[in-house]
């Protein structure tokens, strides 16, 4: 685990408010969110696989948004209160960046919508 010293000196300013004091970057602001090339979106915070691109959808939100994931053991969900009602919060399980949270309203066949702050991710396009 870093320090928060060590965070500040590796992310930037908006990666570290929102990886590690789980803030929120302004809707369709984030450089991923219209990203529509074939990949892998890793963790920014440490590179951990987190969305495939096969599973991105539209979802009109203002931030990248995921109906399914490679592997849920990849990501650490918790319940906030922080607006004054449960959400489901995700993080990063290996660095415990925040990302997003998930809700229930998605498309099929999952009514996930895993919706994730764009600057906390990397896109690693997939070699064909």
Do not use: Q
């Amino acid at each position: 685990m870093k320090t928060a010293d060590e965070w500040k000196k590796m992310l930037t300013e908006k990666e570290y408010y929102v990886l590690r004091e789980k803030g929120t970057e302004r809707p369709f602001t984030g450089d991923l969110l219209n990203n529509k090339t074939e990949g892998l979106y890793t963790c920014r915070g440490c590179g951990l696989p987190l969305f495939a691109s096969k599973y991105k959808f539209e979802s009109g939100t203002g931030w990248p948004s995921f109906f399914d994931v490679p592997d849920v053991k990849a990501l650490h969900l918790e319940t906030d209160y922080d607006l004054g009602y449960p959400r489901t919060e995700l993080t990063c399980a290996k660095c415990g960046g925040h990302l997003g949270h998930v809700f229930d309203d998605g498309p099929k066949p999952t009514n996930k919508r895993y919706c994730i702050n764009a600057v906390a991710l990397d896109f690693i396009k997939t070699e064909n």
